[in-house]
Structures are given as C-alpha cells and as structure tokens.
C-alpha cells in the first residue's frame, strides 16, 4: 500500500490536484477538510460557538461521520445524511477551521482517517496530515501558493458557482485561516520535515500534478532499489 500526503492552507489547490493525480496513479483520494467541514455543519445547525469546547466537547460523541465513493467521487455523511452538496460554503469553511481546532473533534476523525490508509493506495490531503495523521505517507507534500493568488483562485471559483463575492473579503478571510490554522496548539497546520515545497503560485494544476506524480516515482524507484 502506498500514501501519498498532501498538506497546505486554504486555496492552495489541494483538492483539484489531489483529484488530478489520485486520478492518474489509479489511488483513492481522501479529503479530509470534508470530514471538519461535516463536522462545522453539525455545530452551526446547532447554533453552537465555534470556540466554546466544553459544548463542543460534550456534543461530539453525537456525532458520526462517515465516507462513502459514489462514481468514485467521495460523499461525506453526517450521521447518515449525505451533506456533500452543503458544505462548500465559506460559511462552513469559517467554522471547520475554528472547530477543526478543538482536540475532541481531531480525535474523532484521526481514527478514521488512518484506517482509511490501511486498505488501499491513497492520496490524503488536509492541514495535518504529513504531520500528524500519516507520519509514515511514502512521499509528502505541502502545497502552497501567495495568499493573492489563493484568494483570487476561491474568487473565481465561487463567481463560477454564481456566489456574490469581494475579492477583498475573501482575501482577509484567508489570511485569517491562515492564521488560525497555523497557530492553534493542536496539529497545526506546517510543513513537515520531510516534506516537499511545491509553490504553485505560477503553475498550472497540470504542472503541479507533473511534479507530485514525478516525485512519487522517484520515491518508489528508491524503495526498489
Ligand atoms: O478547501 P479549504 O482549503 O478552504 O479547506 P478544507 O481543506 O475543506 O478544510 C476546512 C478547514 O478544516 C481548514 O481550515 C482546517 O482548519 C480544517 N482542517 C484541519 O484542521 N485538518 C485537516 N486535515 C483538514 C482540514
């Protein structure tokens, strides 16, 4: 079984190049940032305060979440409800990365997350997972890009979607993600060690995948050898 992990912050890229290679090499691809953001939904249906942890602590043994691959792509359960089409939204995203902080929910989810790396090839990303969830993957990545960049990226992506949105809003929304991810005491989000750099400021997602995939076979000739 192979891993392959990729780590970075918001807008970087992870999920359309994860897809690209998981595609290529033929591994299952694994988003975690679907399992905090399923996780978010169930707090702010609640009305819970994303930083309150003694509520949130209390409230996660409610919860179950759950992956399933329907024509290959990955659907996201929320105690049996398929809550893949509701969690795309900035909304969701605020709240996974504030809750995504408290150490009850990373436990629910880090079990899951290595048992899914223990039956097939996958490609992993998130903010963690080099780090923390995977410290054995095969070859680790952190992906990242200049918060312009990122932040015009989710631009288009949402106006894509026909979502209203001010490129300076979401510009400050990801500098505080950054933030917020790269600070909290608990799995934060940095680049492993071991990990290699790959700034795609000024790549296409073909030449990123290129470079992941090229890296991956460079670490699989070492092992043979
Ligand atoms: O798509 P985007 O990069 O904005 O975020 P995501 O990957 O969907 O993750 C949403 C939030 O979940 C992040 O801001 C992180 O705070 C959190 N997360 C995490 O803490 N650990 C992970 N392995 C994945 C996501």
Do not use: W
């Amino acid at each position: 079984m192979y891993s392959i992990a990729i780590d970075g912050p918001a807008g970087a890229g992870k999920s359309t190049i994860a897809k690209t290679i998981a595609k290529k090499l033929g591994f299952v691809y694994v988003d975690t940032g679907a399992m905090y953001r399923a996780i978010a939904l169930y707090f702010l249906r609640k009305g819970v305060d994303g930083k309150d942890k003694e509520k949130i602590a209390e409230l996660c043994p409610d919860i179950q979440v759950t992956i399933e691959y329907i024509d290959g792509e990955q659907q996201v359960f929320l105690n049996g409800e398929n809550v893949s089409h509701l969690i795309r939204t900035e909304e969701v995203g605020t709240m996974a990365s504030l809750t995504a902080a408290q150490p009850a929910v990373r436990e629910a989810l880090l079990q899951l997350q290595r048992d899914m790396a223990k039956n097939a090839d996958i490609l992993m990303d998130g903010r963690d997972i080099g780090t923390n969830v995977l410290p054995n993957a095969d070859l680790k990545i952190y992906l990242t890009a200049s918060v312009t960049v990122r932040a015009k990226r989710r631009f288009d992506e949402l106006k894509a979607k026909g979502v209203e949105c001010v490129l300076a809003e979401i510009e400050q929304d990801i500098e505080e993600r950054d933030h917020q991810d790269m600070t909290r005491e608990i799995a934060p989000l940095k680049q492993a060690e071991d990990a290699v750099l790959v700034d795609s400021s000024d790549m296409t997602i073909e030449e990123v995948a290129d470079a992941v995939i090229g890296a991956f076979y460079r670490v699989k000739e070492e092992a043979a050898k």
